[in-house]
């Protein structure tokens, strides 16, 4: 048995799944921000897998340089905010900031 | 030998994973996400993604995780690091992710891939540098025209907060 692209596309949708389950279920801010990054990590997973097993350009890799330097900057201005949300209202439970609900 | 460390490597990341979605402590939660995203970096290695690997290691490792661990720190003082979901909201959420996962296999099972493996060059990092210094050389400084509007707009907002009269 030797090790093929479906591995990898199996692992992404479980590590994808997880993700998504993490970002409805936790009410602490930044433990969104880290099923945020799983699904971000997934879908690099997948741009590598197809490059490697389809490619012979790095299409691929280079997407997956793009997504790694955009989740960074994501990662740092989603903690700004963060900060600013404690700041007004002293917790990090996101379902605290319901100030615009009608 | 491949496949074994497939699934050690694998074995890792959806541990990591899981204990990402279980976990009630928000450090416990870093921690495993270290975990997953090591194991991410190992499966780039084997990929023949040797650089991507590097810079996962670097960037997400040694840059983001470290970011996530300073918001823990600085937003820990409400003491509320554990908050736990309803029982609704939780089986709700298992069912949708459930229910994804499920979607994502079955597609993923009925399609046929072209099973190639080209053979890359030695150094697989050559070819990287002149596709990001020829053809993506727009989004390559669009890129660091974003790093420099998040750095300003991020250091704008979590500036100290000024007491005034609301």
């Given at each position: 048995?030797?090790?093929?692209?479906?591995?990898?596309?199996?692992?992404?949708?479980?590590?994808?799944?997880?993700?998504?389950?993490?970002?409805?279920?936790?009410?602490?801010?930044?433990?969104?921000?880290?099923?945020?990054?799983?699904?971000?990590?997934?879908a690099n997973?997948?741009l590598v897998?197809f490059d490697h097993?389809?490619g012979t350009a790095p299409h691929g890799q280079t997407f997956a340089l793009f997504v790694i330097v955009i989740?960074?900057?994501?990662?740092?201005?989603?903690?700004?905010?963060?900060?600013?949300?404690?700041?007004?209202?002293?917790?990090?439970?996101?379902?605290?900031?319901?100030?615009?609900?009608? | 030998?491949?496949?074994?460390?497939?699934?050690?490597?694998?074995?890792?990341?959806?541990?990591?994973?899981?204990?990402?979605?279980?976990?009630?402590?928000?450090?416990?939660?870093?921690?495993?996400?270290?975990?997953?995203?090591?194991?991410?970096?190992?499966?780039y290695?084997?990929l023949?993604a040797?650089f991507i690997?590097?810079a996962?290691?670097?960037?997400?490792?040694?840059?983001?995780?470290?970011?996530?661990?300073?918001?823990?720190?600085?937003?820990?003082?409400?003491?509320?690091?554990?908050?736990?979901?309803?029982?609704?909201?939780?089986?709700?959420?298992?069912?949708?992710?459930?229910?994804?996962?499920?979607?994502?296999?079955?597609?993923?099972?009925?399609?046929?891939?072209?099973?190639?493996?080209?053979?890359?060059?030695?150094?697989a990092v050559a070819p990287l540098g002149g596709a990001l210094l020829n053809q993506y050389l727009f989004p390559f400084e669009l890129a660091?025209?974003?790093?420099?509007?998040?750095?300003?707009?991020?250091?704008?907002?979590?500036?100290?907060?000024?007491?005034?009269?609301?």
């Amino acid at each position: 048995m030797t090790l093929g692209l479906h591995h990898f596309l199996f692992l992404g949708a479980i590590l994808f799944a997880c993700g998504i389950v993490t970002v409805l279920i936790k009410r602490h801010a930044i433990g969104i921000l880290m099923g945020v990054e799983l699904m971000l990590n997934a879908a690099n997973l997948n741009l590598v897998a197809f490059d490697h097993y389809t490619g012979t350009a790095p299409h691929g890799q280079t997407f997956a340089l793009f997504v790694i330097v955009i989740a960074a900057a994501e990662a740092a201005v989603a903690l700004a905010i963060f900060m600013n949300f404690h700041n007004n209202f002293a917790s990090i439970d996101v379902d605290r900031g319901s100030e615009l609900r009608g | 030998m491949d496949v074994a460390l497939f699934y050690a490597l694998a074995a890792l990341v959806v541990a990591g994973a899981i204990g990402v979605v279980t976990g009630r402590h928000i450090v416990r939660m870093a921690i495993q996400l270290l975990a997953a995203l090591l194991g991410v970096a190992g499966l780039y290695v084997l990929l023949a993604a040797e650089f991507i690997a590097a810079a996962q290691l670097v960037i997400y490792v040694g840059g983001t995780l470290v970011l996530i661990i300073f918001g823990v720190m600085l937003t820990a003082r409400s003491g509320t690091s554990v908050l736990r979901p309803s029982r609704a909201e939780a089986i709700v959420a298992a069912v949708a992710g459930l229910a994804l996962l499920t979607v994502l296999c079955v597609a993923i099972g009925s399609t046929s891939f072209p099973h190639v493996i080209v053979p890359r060059p030695a150094d697989a990092v050559a070819p990287l540098g002149g596709a990001l210094l020829n053809q993506y050389l727009f989004p390559f400084e669009l890129a660091s025209l974003l790093l420099l509007a998040v750095m300003l707009g991020a250091a704008y907002l979590a500036r100290p907060l000024q007491r005034r009269p609301r």
